[in-house]
């Protein structure tokens, strides 16, 4: 059945998205996107140095502002970097009707090659590229949780994206076609409200990678991706009058 919702997801990018009357109104669906990572625990180090917080929060920041140019509302979660607990995530985010978690890739130690850029002392692996996608099937509806992967997936991949196969290794394929893997227990999936997804951009330790990942004009060209993702899914995928109907 998961696998049917997921093919199904070809449908909806095919068409233009025609977004309900509601939506240019305060009755818009809202969508929680989460910035991973915090400043006290900033992820991965990039090859040349930069938190993955860092590189989180300027794409969370274009998704946010790409959906509401879409009609859509969005709340930035975790902007600060201060948020107490992985379990505040989902708990703050807990009026959205979908919540994606934006994050960058990295590589195991045994993958690294120590380097040095600009006098630090850093590593980098240029193994891997790409992004990749997670749901939880302990999420309340791992169903549309996996469309709306399948969704953004489809979208990037359109627009010349290439994803990862890097994750397949270790984590169960959900739809190998979209790069979207099955990760059950991490929290800010299985303890949303809502379906949820977790973003992987793409793999800053790898060099040439993280400065794609830098340039503002691609996150702003993925950024729009994910956001029509997510707008096709929450609209023709029938969550944008879940709320009103609760």
């Known amino acids: 059945m998961l696998r049917r919702a ?8 095919l ?6 009357h509601a939506i240019a109104t305060d009755e818009a669906p809202l969508v929680a996107v989460d910035v991973g990572h915090t400043l006290d625990a900033p992820g991965a180090i990039s090859a040349r140095g930069r938190t993955e917080f860092e590189f989180n929060r300027a794409l969370a920041g274009r998704v946010v502002a790409a959906l509401e140019r879409l009609g859509l509302r969005a709340e930035l979660i975790n902007a600060d970097g201060r948020i107490e ?6 708990e703050r985010a807990a009026q959205a009707v979908f919540l994606i978690s934006i ?3 990295s590589v195991g130690a045994q993958y690294l090659t120590p380097w040095e850029w600009q006098g630090m002392a850093l590593d980098f692996s240029d193994l891997w590229s790409g992004h990749s996608l997670f749901v939880s099937r302990r999420n309340p509806d791992i169903a549309t949780s996996l469309l709306c992967a399948s969704a953004i997936g489809a979208r990037l991949q359109r627009a010349g ?9 270790r984590r169960e394929y959900a739809d190998a ?3 979207i893997h099955y990760y059950d227990n991490l929290v800010v999936l299985y303890r949303a409200q809502q379906p949820a997804v977790l973003f992987e951009a793409g793999v800053i330790k790898h060099r040439d990678e993280e400065l794609l990942l830098r340039d503002p004009e691609r996150q702003q060209r993925m950024a729009e991706e994910i956001a029509t993702g997510v707008a096709a899914c929450v609209t023709a995928g029938g969550l944008a009058g879940l709320r009103r109907a609760e």
């Open 6 to 13: 997921a093919r199904t997801t070809l449908g909806l990018l």
């Open 15 to 20: 068409a233009p998205i025609a977004l309900p």
């Open 85 to 90: 607990s992985l379990q505040a995530r989902p």
């Open 103 to 105: 994050h960058h890739d």
């Open 161 to 169: 994206f290439v994803p990862t196969e890097k994750n397949g290794r």
């Open 177 to 179: 076609q979209h790069a």
